[in-house]
């Protein structure tokens, strides 16, 4: 009797462990849904980055373009205990992206590689993954963060494949605005800004990990919040390494 409650147990235990669903350190933003697999860029990709040229408030267009390697440095910096993609700058855009001239550029609606001439704007068709610096704020007032406002907006732009099949991240998009290019913003927080949005490129969504140190923690806990965390609350969110349980 022993023995076959010995067995019973075994088998439990079997299925528990055969059955459980990988466990995934981070929210992803999209998942292929016929496997459930999250979706990112393929490993060992680069990203060939396009920037605007405009500047962004008191920062010029190349200060602005130093930060952005910078965050990019911290992505990848993150090898070899993550496949992070690496990002090379492929160079400007041939006009300053604008309120009058985004919708060539950025869009909310994403599309697919098997149906390019579908896609709403022509880096998406040209599979141009742009920076872009909002210094009016109204890219991302008109079209990005209509519901609710925001200081910064990215996302995926398009996927190979199709939508009932979608393979792989192959252009994506990250808009910067007003807010970071202020005097009284610290250089810090715009890093840790353009590090947020770039994990949202990367494909990252928010993480919820340790929120109740946003609600009810001291400040000297505030550098437990992570990266990934839907509000931008500290100074040196933009380091990855400060995720570990308090
Ligand atoms: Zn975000």
Not at 215 to 226: F, L, N, W
Request: charged share 15%.
């Amino acid at each position: 009797m022993l023995f076959k409650k010995f067995s019973i147990l075994i088998i439990f235990l079997t299925i528990l462990f055969t059955t459980q669903p990988k466990a995934w350190g981070y929210n992803f933003l999209y998942i292929n849904p016929t496997t459930g697999a999250p979706i990112g860029w393929e490993p060992g990709t680069t990203i060939h980055y396009y920037v605007d040229p405009g500047p962004l408030g008191r920062l010029t267009n190349e200060q602005a373009r130093t930060l952005i390697r910078a965050a990019m440095d911290v992505w990848e910096n993150a090898s070899p205990y993550a496949d992070v993609p690496t990002f090379e700058y492929a160079g400007l855009l041939t006009e300053d992206v604008t309120g009058e001239n985004y919708g060539q550029y950025v869009d909310l609606v994403g599309c697919y590689s098997d149906s390019i001439s579908l896609c709403p704007t022509q880096t998406q068709k040209d599979l141009k993954t742009v920076i872009v610096f909002d210094e009016q704020g109204t890219i991302l007032s008109r079209e990005l963060c209509e519901i609710g406002s925001c200081n910064a907006y990215a996302d995926a732009g398009v996927f190979s494949g199709s939508a009932s099949n979608p393979g792989n991240f192959v252009q994506a998009f990250a808009v910067f605005g007003p807010l970071l290019g202020r005097s009284s913003t610290p250089i810090t927080a715009v890093v840790a800004t353009m590090v947020h949005e770039l994990g949202h490129v990367l494909g990252l969504a928010h993480a919820s990990v340790n929120q109740e140190i946003y609600i009810h923690g001291s400040t000297s806990m505030a550098r437990y919040i992570p990266t990934m965390f839907f509000f931008s609350h500290i100074r040196d969110q933009g380091s990855l390494k400060h995720h570990a349980q308090p």
